[in-house]
Structures are given as structure tokens and as C-alpha cells.
Antibody, heavy 119, light 110 residues
């Protein structure tokens, strides 16, 4: 069973950069699939942030206005998210997940990491 | 404002059936397969349905999905108290080149 685990600071100051890493176990990122980030602000629904393929090709949500960078490190079987110039609106639980191509199918998810943006 | 539209809440009694709708457009549901997720507070979302009507291994056949045109529906029969959760539809939007989710529907089993 594929396992994903998010890690990173739980508190980030406004205007700074949020950085999270997702470590994948029991499946090699090199084998395929897209690897995505999804977030859920308090009291709100799910929002797709972006995804990356093993070769580094990425898709991201234009609503985040080019603040997103997603990268992959196949040697560590990890992929990462950087979100710059954060505000309180970026406070959310951040999930990493495995995505089947360019679809809405995310079949394995991490447990989620709460990131709070403080002023 | 979500790209896909779901009712905010639905409710039904234990043992009954409920349906949750997800409405989109020709560039998302009309052009791509739909997935459904169950999300319990404090846990990771769980994939319930993919490719409109397929269930992953381990998902009981009480859960079903269908799609017609630019809308999709999740059905749950034999409701249990453990089914109380938020349910989300998701798909790809071919015009925007993004994954999109509905706003979520909170299911209450009375």
C-alpha cells in the first residue's frame, strides 16, 4: 500500500515562504503517476494547488498567481511544495497525494499537515 | 467559489438512501471522468469512486457513481452513522488545465 507523509514547519510568518515535503513509501516516484498537493483552509473545501510528474513537468493552479513551485527528488522519493509571499488566507491543512495523470483521481493521500500563517 | 457545484448538505435516516449531485461544465465533467471522495475530520480524504462509477478495492457496493453530460451523482444506500462525513467530487478541467473539486457536501445521518 502506497504511503505518503507530509513534513515541514507548522507555523510560517506572513510574507515568508511555506515549504513542505512529501515522502513517498512503498512506491517509486520514478515508476510514474503525477504527485500533487491539495489544501483545505479551515471551514472550506478542497483546493488543488498543483502536481508534478517524475520528469519534473508541473501543472499548478493559476489562482495562486505564480507563487507555487513544486519539485521532485527521485533519489529521495520525495516531492516538495514552496508557496511564496504567504498570507493568512494560506492557512490550511496541506495534503500530498498520488494523482493518475491529468485527472481528478487522487488514490493515495498523506495524513495532512496543518500550516498556520501568523502575522 | 468552486468550479464544481454540490449541495452544501444532505441528510437521511439510517438504512435509507441518499444521492449527492455534482454539476460542472463541458470543459470539466463533460470532458473528463469524475472521482468522489469521503472526508472525515482529521483524516485524509478517501477515494470512493473513480472513472465515474468504479470503486477501489475495499469500498463497499453501497457506494455508487454515475455521470450524465455535465453532471455526476454519488449514491449511498443502507446509510450508517459512520457515513457521516463531507463528500467531494473532483475531475480535471481541460480548458483551465487544472484539477477541480466541488465545494463539498456534508452528509448527516439522522
Amino acid at each position: 500500500q502506497v504511503q505518503l507523509q507530509e513534513s515541514g514547519p507548522g507555523l510560517v510568518k506572513a510574507s515568508e515562504t511555506l515549504s513542505l515535503t512529501c515522502t513517498v513509501s512503498l512506491y517509486s516516484i520514478r515508476s510514474g503517476y503525477y504527485w500533487g498537493w491539495i489544501r483545505q483552509p479551515p471551514g472550506k473545501g478542497l483546493e488543488w494547488i498543483g502536481s508534478i510528474y517524475r520528469g519534473g513537468n508541473t501543472f499548478d493552479n493559476p489562482s495562486l498567481k505564480s507563487r507555487v513551485t513544486i519539485s521532485v527528488d527521485t533519489s529521495k522519493n520525495q516531492f516538495s511544495l514552496r508557496l511564496t509571499s504567504v498570507t493568512a488566507a494560506d492557512t490550511a491543512v496541506y495534503y500530498c497525494a498520488r494523482q493518475k495523470g491529468t485527472t481528478g483521481k487522487f488514490d493515495y493521500w498523506g495524513q495532512g499537515a496543518l500550516v498556520t500563517v501568523s502575522s | 467559489q468552486s468550479v464544481l457545484t454540490q449541495p452544501p448538505s444532505v441528510s437521511a435516516a439510517p438504512g435509507q438512501k441518499v444521492t449527492i449531485t455534482c454539476s460542472g461544465s463541458s470543459s470539466n465533467i463533460g470532458d473528463n471522468d469524475v472521482s468522489w471522495y469521503q472526508h472525515l475530520p482529521g483524516t485524509a480524504p478517501k477515494l470512493l469512486i473513480y472513472d465515474n462509477n468504479e470503486r477501489p478495492s475495499g469500498i463497499p457496493d453501497r457506494f455508487s457513481g454515475s455521470k450524465s453530460g455535465t453532471s455526476a451523482t454519488l449514491g449511498i444506500t443502507g446509510l450508517q452513522t459512520g457515513d457521516e462525513a463531507a463528500y467531494y467530487c473532483g475531475t480535471w478541467d481541460s480548458s483551465l488545465s487544472i484539477a477541480v473539486f466541488g465545494g463539498g457536501t456534508k452528509l448527516t445521518v439522522l
